[in-house]
């Protein structure tokens, strides 16, 4: 085991709702890591499958006793997060999702730019667990946010699949949104501006089960838009019109036209994706 020279306590916090189908991969590649100091924050977000009897059966198996359950009655990501993080006691707090498996050297990395360059937070990346046309797009476009942030000099984004983060900075920045259901990292990086604190990216990724077929992708980028545009209210609350302009729409229609008729590779993936997405934000601009 590796063991820092300031041996400082690390929480890893991992939201859950019936994730039995990955939860053992989850647990069993943050579990086995290199750092000596850490603990593990589950949060069971009303899960009614069996993820509840998988986090007990771990909590007995690992003899150091790093697991801490907590159950979270508000349904929404937000909520589960910010229990977790609210109840965690390390200096540095570390994200992933229950459908994601990190590799051995997992906190060591993420947590080396807060240790040893005193940087706010780090944005690590994910990769495809499942690989197929449909995951290709999604790590395609992931790809282009983090270029847009990096080189463009646009808004950086934040994915908490793979995010770690000072404890004094979260509290500063007042702990994840509990009343976001989803797009809460989104939320997050927007106090984060506000309050100065700037996230220092990091090209070191863990594996992520993405959405792999059109339903997936379909119902992911539905509710991510229907949430995008409630925080865009919170957040102009005289804003009149949805972020979608009909010069958008109109050049959006044009393009999968022009896709279907000359049979682009991209067209399905374009045309579910950027009709969830149009959809979802004028629900989410329409509903109050």
């Known amino acids: 085991m590796k063991k820092n020279k300031d041996n400082l306590l690390v929480s890893v916090v991992i939201p859950v709702y019936n994730g ?17 100091n ?48 609210k109840k965690a006691s390390g200096r540095i707090i570390l994200m992933t999702d229950s459908d994601c498996i990190v590799p051995k050297n997992w906190i060591s990395e993420m947590t ?30 992931e790809e282009k946010r983090i270029n847009e942030g990096i080189i463009g000099q646009r808004n950086f984004f934040l994915d908490t699949a793979n995010f770690a983060i000072k404890k004094s900075v979260l509290e500063d920045i007042g702990h994840t949104n509990p009343n976001l259901a989803c797009n809460e990292d989104t939320e997050l990086i927007n106090q984060m501006k506000i309050k100065g604190h700037k996230v220092y990216f990091k090209k070191f990724s863990v ?53 279907l008729l000359t049979l682009h590779k991209n067209f399905k993936y374009d045309f579910v994706s950027g009709t969830a997405w149009r959809l979802g934000s004028f629900y989410g601009w329409i509903k109050k």
């Open 112 to 141: 080396e730019p807060i240790i040893k360059k005193n940087q706010a937070a780090v944005q690590g990346i994910k990769k495809a667990k499942i690989y197929n046309d449909w995951t290709k797009h999604i790590e395609q476009e």
């Open 20 to 36: 039995e189908k990955t939860l053992n991969q989850c647990l069993n590649s943050v579990l086995n890591q290199d750092y000596d």
């Open 38 to 85: 850490y603990e593990v924050v589950l949060v069971n977000n009303n899960s009614t499958d069996r993820t509840l009897e998988i986090i007990k059966e771990f909590q007995r198996k690992d003899k150091r006793k790093r697991i801490m359950y907590l159950f979270e009655p508000k349904i929404g990501r937000g909520a589960a997060r910010n229990a977790g993080e």
């Open 207 to 259: 594996l992520h089960y993405h959405p792999d077929t059109a339903l997936k992708v379909f119902e992911k980028f539905l509710k991510r838009a229907i949430w995008d545009q409630k925080i865009k209210k919170m957040h102009q609350p005289k804003r009149i019109f949805p972020s979608e302009s009909l010069a958008n729409l109109a050049g959006y229609a044009f393009n999968i036209c022009l896709e």
